[in-house]
């Protein structure tokens, strides 16, 4: 039996299995978040493949093109594209596309794991159980494809420098060029890269750049094809961000670095905070003691400026207290004399990306993936000090998976909300004689316009007496001009709750897995949260 369970077959096996149950009970759940923008680049890809930014979209309440608002490169558009060309514009088929990249992820998290961990199927099963992981891979979004491919180029590599194989090289860098043209912050696996060649004194060895030269050339050519399509380097747009949307002010990056750390003990191995229960000597209880009081201070303020009270207050302190803990143990074990080169790789690659999200971009889980694999194999080497036993990492598993599957399944609530409106309650409000308009975004936008209604702009002056305005509460609903607000009446209100107490996104809630602030300013650190308050709501306004 113990040679059936390491032999590495099996494994694949039940990661395989494993990816495709977890997936099953949600090939249904609705598009949200940003998943219109690759929906409406797939449609523009089959109607004109050379051209995937050439569509029209309003997102940020004017319509804008597709090259100036989709800030990813087009190939998980051309993916999906393939998906609806075959399939259709239907859920079930885009959904089950995702399995791809989520089998792609969980083995080469295993083969990754093999390398730095005792329990490389364990560790793969832990990703995939990850409330990061999972919520994420179940939605029609590029960013567990881009794990996927940001891992299996890493797999590659590490193999490749370790045993001296050239192809393996090669292949690596062939998939950080994929990795790069799936999502721009692809770019960062070059890092990666040189960083494990560093650990290994092998950052000078022409080998070592390989990679980093055939990735980079194929993003280069998709650089040099976006100008010759549309006159401009398409990456360069990252840089055209309005001022309301840039994330590197100083106050900001000192929130996003406080959201990882509430990632790192909410949404990643549930919890961290089990190494907490395991202290061992008078360092780690003071680092212990030192994690709690920031996390108390941080709880407090989040009370007096944020409104966090209840039992929100307590996860909040519990998941910066696991978080805390789990950074101050990391960095103590890299700087202890026993650490190796492979520690310093995994905390470089760690606490590297959460210091480039925290400066470079708009802070969420999905953007926390890229450094859940580093989180997740450290977890492993910190165990190993306390003589865990398989009992305590099947604890750890069960409770990370049951944690995974309970917001997986808020998720699917949340954004089978704007599908249902969409499709049941706003045609009561339409009449022969009027016009109904929405606003905002998400999932919100892409069921509305799919029924036929129409998006407001921030400067509509179609508006006309008698009309309707449909706005949901937490996509972003436009600002509109003064002309228009002052004729506006509010006439009916429609509030969706939900029978199970945990919301993914929520302003009431204190909930922000997908985004760090939640309209119209409300900032926030919590991957997800226990509440009673409505999945949303949406406001009815007559127009005079």
């Known amino acids: 039996m113990t040679n059936l369970l390491k032999n590495k077959k099996i494994h694949l096996l039940v990661i395989f299995i494993a990816v495709v149950l977890t997936h099953l009970p949600f090939l249904h759940q609705a598009f949200n978040i940003d998943a219109p923008h690759f929906i409406y680049m797939a449609r523009q890809i089959n109607s004109s493949p050379l051209l995937p930014y050439s569509y029209s979209i309003n997102w940020h309440g004017t319509v804008q093109s597709g090259f100036q608002i989709m800030a990813n490169p087009p190939l998980f558009g051309y993916y999906l594209a393939g998906v609806t060309a075959f399939f259709g514009e239907k859920e079930l088929p885009l959904n089950a596309s995702m399995i791809f990249f989520s089998i792609i992820a969980c083995i080469s998290m295993y083969f990754l794991a093999r390398r730095f961990t005792k329990y490389p199927l364990l560790a793969s099963l832990l990703l995939l159980a990850t409330p990061a992981f999972m919520v994420n891979s179940h939605t029609v979004m590029a960013d567990t494809a881009f794990l996927a491919f940001c891992l299996v180029s890493l797999a590659f590599f590490i193999y490749a420098l370790d045993n001296n194989r050239v192809f393996m090289l090669i292949l690596s860098g062939i998939f950080a060029g994929i990795c790069c043209l799936v999502k721009y912050n692809g770019l960062s696996v070059f890092a990666i890269f040189l960083l494990y060649a560093a650990s290994q ?32 380097v398409h990456p360069f747009i990252l840089f055209d961000v309005p001022g309301k949307y840039t994330y590197a002010h100083k106050y900001m990056v000192a929130i996003k670095l406080i959201c990882q750390v509430s990632y790192l003990g909410g949404a990643a191995v549930f919890p961290v905070a089990c190494l907490i229960f395991r202290r061992r000597g008078l360092s780690d209880r003071a680092f212990f003691i030192l994690s709690l009081a920031l996390a108390a201070f941080i709880a407090v303020i989040s009370t007096i400026l944020l409104g966090y009270h209840g039992i929100n207050l307590l996860l909040a302190v519990v998941f910066l207290t696991a978080g805390f803990y789990f950074i101050c143990l990391t960095a103590k074990f890299v700087l202890n004399k026993e650490r190796n080169s492979d520690d310093i790789f995994l905390a470089a690659w760690f606490f590297g990306m959460i210091i480039f999200n925290a400066v470079f971009t708009a802070v969420n889980v999905r953007y926390f993936l890229i450094a859940l694999a580093p989180a997740i194999f450290l977890f492993f080497r910190l165990s190993y000090r306390f003589n865990a036993s398989r009992m305590f990492y099947a604890v750890v598993l069960t409770a990370t998976f049951l944690t995974g599957a309970a917001v997986s399944s808020a998720d699917y609530v949340f954004a089978d909300t704007y599908r249902n409106f969409a499709q049941k309650e706003a045609d009561v409000f339409k009449n022969s004689n009027n016009k109904i308009r929405f606003a905002g975004h998400w999932g919100f936008q892409y069921y509305m316009e799919k029924e036929g209604f129409i998006a407001l702009s921030e400067d509509d002056t179609m508006v006309n007496k008698g009309d309707k305005i449909i706005a949901a509460l937490l996509p972003w609903p436009e600002g509109l001009d003064k002309s228009i607000t002052d004729r506006m009446k509010l006439t009916g209100k429609v509030n969706v709750n939900s029978f199970l107490p945990i919301r993914v996104m929520s302003r009431a809630g204190h909930a922000n897995f997908y985004s760090y602030v939640n309209f119209p300013a409300v900032i926030g650190f919590l991957p997800y949260s226990f509440s009673s308050a409505e999945v949303e709501t949406f406001l009815i306004y007559d127009i005079n």
């Open 201 to 232: 004194k092998k950052f000078l060895n022409i080998k070592s750049w390989v990679p980093v030269f055939i990735g980079f050339f194929i993003f280069s050519l998709w650089c040099f094809a976006s100008f010759k399509l549309y006159g401009k």
